[in-house]
């Protein structure tokens, strides 16, 4: 049996008073909940119990506190017990630090990913969270995100850990590389993108994913962007460090005049920017799928736009002045990406490609070969001379 509620005694050689209280939890279980009061004047002793003992209904239902003595406060905070509870306080550190909501929204994000991953039970205690695996978050998302994506949620997410390790919540854990190798390029062929238009449910819809198509805007630039007359005006982005300018001709103003008018309509109902334009990467998303190509997204739209561009001018640092690329690297990858090869998938491109298709053959026939090597260049069978 559970001893009785004592309120005030010294226990073994300490000098300290503590208290106890015996209770039942909501299953019936007998509960002792024994504390040191930490502190041997008793008068002291007696207002630390009353602090205690103004919880005692919140102990029944299982919580646990930091007492304001053991903190230096002057009141009596909730012990962080779960994965659940860290984190809470962990967005209210955030707020009170003044951060954007959109890197609120965005933690908020990787928390609900490492969730949904099974890496994170809300309901483990917070000291277990050392054990975390932040490979398997990696394995689980991969093939379902982006590379980039699966980075912006794993610094995210360790960032909170970082948090949880600073205050002496939990010990430290197994870090691991957030760095995934980049999605390599991918567009689509003129075939595939007959396909979408066809697929996708709106004229709407049709017209926005061709101005994306046209300009190689990424997801968010066309509504960040300021527009003077015809010329859609970028601002500096952490992918992009320099102002970049699009010009536009009549139609696709038009269109982005529409695009404007439907963002700002949702703007009243929606919570964040990202989710307001979000609405034409989920539509592009459904028709995708559709048409079987479930992995490709919005970026391959600007991927398109980039391997055309190199296909029509044939001048990577041209192409990579255009499009914004902070490095010619990004833009190499563009590079690999034969005439040949862009032909079959760009038909549309015909004129274009077809003058850059000149390239020497294997037997070098336009050069003058020495007659001593010759004899290497004839062709034999199982050691036969044919």
């Not at 004047?41 to 919580?63: M, N, P, T, V």
């Not at 998302?141 to 939990?170: D, E, R």
Request: aromatic share 10%; with cysteine; proline share 3%.
């Amino acid at each position: 049996m559970a001893k009785k509620t004592r309120q005030l005694f010294k226990q073994g050689r300490s000098n300290n008073w503590t208290t106890q209280i015996a209770y039942c939890d909501s299953d019936g279980k007998k509960i002792t909940y024994k504390k040191s009061l930490g502190t041997s004047d008793k008068q002291e002793a007696w207002r630390r119990y009353e602090e205690i003992k103004s919880k005692f209904d919140d102990l029944k239902e299982g919580l646990r506190f930091t007492w304001s003595w053991e903190i230096k406060s002057k009141s009596t905070e909730i012990k962080v017990q779960t994965v659940q509870d860290a984190f809470d306080k962990y967005i209210l550190y955030q707020e009170a630090n003044g951060l954007k909501s959109e890197t609120i929204l965005g933690t908020k994000d990787a928390y609900r990913r490492m969730v949904i991953s099974k890496c994170v039970p809300p309901n483990m205690a917070i000291k277990q969270l050392k054990t975390i695996n932040l490979e398997e978050f990696k394995t689980y998302w991969t093939g379902k995100h982006s590379p980039n994506t699966i980075n912006q949620g794993l610094n995210k997410f360790k960032a909170f850990l970082n948090y949880c390790v600073s205050k002496k919540w939990m010990l430290n854990y197994q870090n691991v590389s957030s760095t995934l190798h980049a999605k390599p390029v991918s567009y689509f062929t003129d075939d595939e993108f007959k396909a979408l238009m066809d697929a996708l449910e709106t004229d709407e819809l049709k017209r926005a994913v061709l101005f994306y198509h046209q300009t190689g805007c990424r997801k968010s630039e066309p509504f960040i962007a300021k527009r003077v007359g015809s010329t859609l005006i970028i601002p500096p982005m952490k992918k992009n460090p320099e102002e970049r300018r699009v010009q536009l001709n009549e139609v696709l103003c038009k269109i982005h005049d529409e695009m404007m008018a439907r963002f700002n309509k949702r703007k009243e109902f929606v919570k964040s920017d990202k989710a307001n334009w979000d609405w034409w990467y989920l539509g592009l998303k459904k028709a995708c799928k559709q048409i079987g190509l479930d992995q490709r997204t919005l970026h391959d739209l600007r991927d398109t736009y980039i391997i055309r561009l190199w296909a029509v001018t044939g001048d990577i640092h041209l192409v990579s002045r255009i499009v914004g690329h902070s490095d010619i690297k990004q833009t190499i990858e563009y590079a690999r990406f034969t005439p040949h090869e862009l032909l079959v998938h760009f038909p549309s491109l015909n004129e274009y490609l077809k003058p850059r298709l000149k390239m020497a053959n294997s037997l070098m026939d336009a050069t003058e070969i020495d007659a001593t090597y010759k004899n290497i260049l004839e062709v034999t069978d199982g050691g036969r001379t044919s």
